[in-house]
């Protein structure tokens, strides 16, 4: 393949440093070619990670050859389906062994719009966790029928109240972490993929004081491939979101609510 001249002038994005986006996949052929492009394309000086899963479907070979073509590009090959989460974590643990200022998790079938990227991470020029959010004021939602807005709007409603998290979005996964805030997280305790996975590590970042905005994106519902969105998904979310509630409870009953909710404090 023919190398992709898409070079910026520096390879830094201003205020963060080093940025590589983690794209996790799994069966994911139809999609990732053009999803890398527009990447590469809105924002040029971030470098990006493929994390596949062993796709059958090939979508470990087209990352390959996009990465032969684009020296910013990168394949990460895990030995099979392991879940999002997992296929996260690892992307953190090879972006904070190369010296990345700052990590930014993005779905492979084009529901995150590349094009809103750019204003994710002048965010985190002053926050440690931005959060491409749905269901903040400017936020675009598309193709989505009423049972899953409900759905997502309801689970968002329940993990708010339950964890005290003023997030509109907890289950968004279209973010930015500072490479500072993960080094302060015990991600070696986290085991919840899906939904879960981004609630426990938003949860995390606030209890750790971590300076966290929400910033409107436009999300729209895939094109082409199959939806990984199960109800087991939903059900371990609920069931991992109302453990949590009851965890932090028992902590307030024995430290007092400060230990608990003193990462409020440092919101923006």
């Given at each position: ?51 596949d899963d062993n796709s059958p479907d090939g979508t470990g070979d087209i990352a390959e ?139 995390l970042a606030h209890r750790a004081g971590a300076r966290i905005t929400e910033v409107p ?52």
């Amino acid at each position: 393949m023919q190398k992709t001249d898409i070079r910026p002038a520096t390879n830094e994005v201003p205020g963060v440093g080093r940025v590589l986006v983690v794209i996790p996949t799994y069966n994911e052929a139809d999609n990732l070619s053009t999803i890398v492009g527009r990447v590469r394309r809105a924002a040029p000086q971030v470098e990006v990670l493929v994390a596949d899963d062993n796709s059958p479907d090939g979508t470990g070979d087209i990352a390959e050859d996009l990465a032969r073509g684009d020296r910013q590009v990168h394949v990460l090959h895990r030995e099979g389906k392991q879940g999002l989460g997992a296929a996260y974590l690892a992307g953190f643990g090879w972006a904070r062994r190369r010296g990345f200022d700052a990590v930014v998790e993005m779905d492979a079938d084009g529901s995150h719009d590349p094009q809103d990227l750019p204003a994710l991470l002048a965010a985190a020029a002053d926050a440690d966790l931005v959060i491409g959010s749905r269901w903040t004021r400017g936020a675009r939602v598309l193709n989505w029928p009423l049972r899953r807005l409900l759905l997502s709007r309801g689970g968002n409603l329940y993990a708010r109240l339950a964890l005290g998290m003023p997030v509109a979005d907890a289950t968004g996964g279209y973010r930015v972490y500072r490479s500072s805030l993960l080094d302060l997280l015990d991600l070696e305790s986290v085991c919840s993929q899906g939904y879960s996975f981004q609630v426990e590590l938003c949860r995390l970042a606030h209890r750790a004081g971590a300076r966290i905005t929400e910033v409107p994106i436009t999300f729209a519902e895939r094109e082409r491939g199959a939806s990984k969105m199960s109800p087991l998904i939903v059900v371990e979310a609920l069931w991992r979101i109302t453990g949590w509630a009851f965890d932090d409870r028992r902590a307030a009953v024995r430290h007092g609510w400060r230990a608990v909710t003193a990462g409020q404090a440092r919101w923006p």
